[in-house]
């Protein structure tokens, strides 16, 4: 039919782990990457590569589900003393029963969001994945870039003249994204001619949802 495009099948590559020297997370070192070759490969079809992303996202709901549960009966033993504090950190994950976890996982699929690795755990996704030596260099360089990004704006305090105000005389808006930082003027006592732009994170994160609503509701109906 003219105009419209059939899939048979799907062809996944596997690449290995690797420390990845190409993102800035907030925080720690150690980022994670992919190897340049793949490593291998596998072909499904439709409905069967629609089951396995499924069985996985399970797994991940019900992984994140453990984990919080696990941290809930840490804090929980901690604060009333039935462990000391730090030896919590020695409690297994099979501590959190699997039917616990079963009854809560339907709680996480509507709400479910991927969350970013901390950087002790992905230290431990390297060391999983065979990683013998971390190059420590890339923490350095992290912190540099990171601290670098914090020089930004205009150093105004409360308001800015365009005749001082870096970002007028650069001809750029204003910009906070929270308070203070990384311009220092109020929305009143900006006289920048370029304008003044404020994130608002409650408007990023409705966006975020709805969009992902729309799509998961596309995906659904091509299902159907």
Wanted: overall charge positive; hydrophobic content about 30%.
């Amino acid at each position: 039919v003219p105009g419209r495009v059939r899939f048979d099948g799907v062809l996944v590559y596997s690449f290995a782990r690797c420390q990845g020297f190409t993102s800035v997370p907030s925080q720690g070192g150690c980022t994670l990457g992919m190897a340049a070759k793949h490593s291998g490969h596998r072909r499904y079809t439709l409905t069967e590569f629609s089951r396995e992303r499924e069985r996985r996202r399970w797994e991940r709901m019900r992984e994140h589900l453990r984990e919080r549960r696990l941290e809930a009966l840490k804090s929980q033993l901690t604060r009333t003393g039935s462990v000391e504090a730090g030896l919590g950190e020695r409690l297994p994950v099979v501590e959190v029963r699997d039917e616990e976890v079963d009854l809560s996982v339907a709680e996480l699929d509507e709400g479910f969001f991927p969350q970013p690795y901390t950087a002790k755990a992905r230290h431990v996704l390297l060391k999983a994945a065979g990683v013998k030596h971390i190059e420590r260099e890339e923490k350095r360089e992290l912190n540099a870039i990171r601290l670098s990004r914090e020089d930004c704006g205009c150093h105004c305090q409360g308001f800015c003249e365009p005749e001082t105000c870096h970002c007028s005389l650069a001809g750029i808006k204003c910009q906070m994204d929270r308070l203070s930082f990384p311009c220092g003027c109020t929305k009143d006592g900006c006289g920048n001619g370029a304008g003044r732009i404020e994130f608002n994170s409650a408007r990023v994160q409705t966006h975020f949802i709805h969009t992902i609503m729309r799509l998961e509701l596309r995906e659904r109906s091509e299902e159907h």
